[in-house]
């Protein structure tokens, strides 16, 4: 069954440096999605991305944060300038054309020094 | 924007008994309602998903109920095992047929299942 991969598994970084975190989407799906859930709270919205652009952004998405799809298969975070309050799981989505059911990976749990 | 309230935070009961987890929430334009589980150390999976249209859906022992009057949506599960141990998350959002609309979720409820 195809699914959403995501690499690392868990980053450790000192504040204030720059951290990529990259997905790989299921390979037909066009929308794709960044999510974070600090620990112990509720999985919150950052960024959803089609056709090369972001279609929506939350208010937790701000100029520190950007997304890219390099290439034809990989999907990237970027956090230029990392905070303490950054650290949290990251979760990568995508979904289809035609359906919103939207598929999660397993998650990339950044921690910021 | 829409604010999705989750209730319980915790909720325990005697294997093969009922689960009832309820949400409610805020914007009335939302209308797809999907439920995820959670499991130590794994990503949100989709146990089963709701749209405005429909007032019920089932799927074997998994049932979802929408009243869009009242803004609230509930996952029923019955005959509950072991496996059902997890969180699980609703959440709500504004499905246009095809689009990169995200999702907000409640805050989770633990649901434990004792033996």
């Known amino acids: 069954e195809p699914e959403v991969t995501q690499t690392p598994s868990h980053q450790v970084t000192q504040m204030g440096q720059e951290v990529i975190l990259r997905c790989v989407p299921i390979s037909n799906h066009l929308y794709f999605y960044w999510y974070r859930q600090i620990l112990g709270q509720k999985v919150e919205f950052l960024v959803s991305f089609y056709n090369n652009e972001i279609s929506e952004k939350s208010e937790i998405f701000d100029d520190q944060f950007s997304v890219e799809r390099p290439d034809g298969s990989n999907f990237t975070l970027k956090i230029r300038s990392t905070k303490l309050e950054d650290s949290a799981m990251y979760f990568c989505a995508s979904n289809t054309w035609t359906d919103n059911e939207q598929f999660f990976g397993p998650g990339t749990r950044l921690t910021v020094l | 924007g829409e604010n999705v309230e989750q209730h319980p935070s915790t909720l325990s009961v005697q294997e093969g008994d009922s689960a009832v987890i309820k949400c409610t929430y805020s914007d009335s334009a939302s209308n797809y309602f999907p439920w995820y589980k959670q499991e130590l150390g794994k990503g949100p999976q989709l146990i089963i998903d709701i749209r405005s249209n429909v007032g019920e859906k089932k799927d074997q022992r998994i049932a979802v109920t929408l009243n869009k009057t009242a803004k609230h949506f509930s996952l029923h599960i019955t005959e509950t095992q072991p496996e059902d141990s997890a969180v699980y998350f609703c959440?709500?959002?504004?499905?246009?047929?095809?689009?990169?609309?995200?999702?907000?979720f409640g805050k989770g409820t633990h649901l434990i299942i004792q033996p």
């Open positions: 959440a709500a959002s504004k499905y246009s047929g095809g689009g990169a609309d995200g999702l907000t």
